[in-house]
C-alpha cells in the first residue's frame, strides 16, 4: 500500500532528538510542576516566543525566562543549562530518516534556536535529510500558532491532508489538525516508527 502522504514534517525535540536536559531546567522551578505543564508554560512564555522566534537574543530571553517561569536561578546559570538540553539524536534516528527519505519528501518543523539548530542540523547531520527545514528563530513563527501551519502549507507546496506531521506536544499536533494537516502526537522515536509503519511506510 502507497502511503497516502507526499511530505513528512518531524518535530525534532522528543520525537528524532533527546532533550531530556531539559529536565535540569524544570528542576529550577521554585513550585514543581508535571512536565505538561511545564511546556505549556514554555510555550506561550513571552521569552521563549521572543528567542525562539529571532525576536531577542540570548541575554534578554535568560532573564524573561527566570521571571517567567520562576525559576531558582540566574539567567546565566539558566543559558548554561538551556545550552544542554540537547543530549543527541535517539538510537536509530539517522537510519530511520535515511530509510524514509528513499521513500517521501522530508521536512521538520521545529521551535528552536540558535544554540540547538546548528547541533542538530550539522554536528548530529540530521539536516541533511530535510527538504523542507522550517525553523521557527529563522521563519519568525512558532508552534502552536496556526500562521506557522499555514506557512508549511504555502511553503512546502502539499495539500494539507497530503502533510503528515509528528511532534510530541498534543497542542501543537491539535493546532496542526486545525489548519488541516494529518497531525499525530508521538513519543519518541519508537512511538513514530510504530505510526509510521502503520501508515505504510517501511521503517
Not at 43 to 62: H, K, M, N, P, T
Not at 158 to 181: M, Y
Request: glycine residues 6%.
Amino acid at each position: 500500500m502507497k502511503p497516502a502522504f507526499d511530505l513528512i514534517l518531524f518535530d525534532l525535540g522528543g520525537v528524532l532528538v533527546d532533550i531530556s536536559g531539559s529536565n535540569e531546567t524544570m528542576q529550577f522551578m521554585k513550585q514543581a510542576v508535571p512536565a505538561t505543564e511545564f511546556w505549556r508554560r514554555w510555550l506561550y512564555s513571552s521569552g521563549v516566543r521572543a528567542f525562539e522566534s529571532g525576536q531577542c537574543d540570548s541575554e534578554i530571553f535568560a532573564a524573561r525566562v527566570v521571571e517567567e517561569l520562576d525559576l531558582s536561578v540566574t539567567p546565566a546559570r539558566f543559558i548554561e543549562s538551556f545550552k544542554q538540553w540537547v543530549r543527541g539524536p535517539f538510537p536509530g534516528a539517522l537510519e530511520l530518516l535515511e530509510k524514509l527519505s528513499a521513500q517521501i519528501s522530508l521536512g521538520c518543523l521545529s521551535n528552536t534556536n540558535p544554540h540547538h539548530w546548528p547541533l542538530v542540523s550539522e554536528t548530529m547531520a540530521l539536516g541533511r535529510y530535510f527538504k523542507h527545514p522550517l525553523i521557527s528563530y529563522q521563519i519568525g513563527m512558532m508552534k502552536p500558532d496556526a500562521e506557522i501551519f499555514e506557512y508549511a502549507i504555502k511553503t512546502t507546496g502539499h495539500p494539507p491532508s497530503r502533510i503528515l506531521f509528528l511532534d510530541d506536544n498534543d497542542i501543537n499536533v491539535q493546532s496542526a489538525q486545525r489548519c488541516g494537516l494529518t497531525a499525530l502526537y508521538v513519543q519518541g522515536l519508537e512511538d513514530a516508527k510504530t505510526e509510521l509503519k502503520e501508515l505504510g511506510f517501511a521503517v
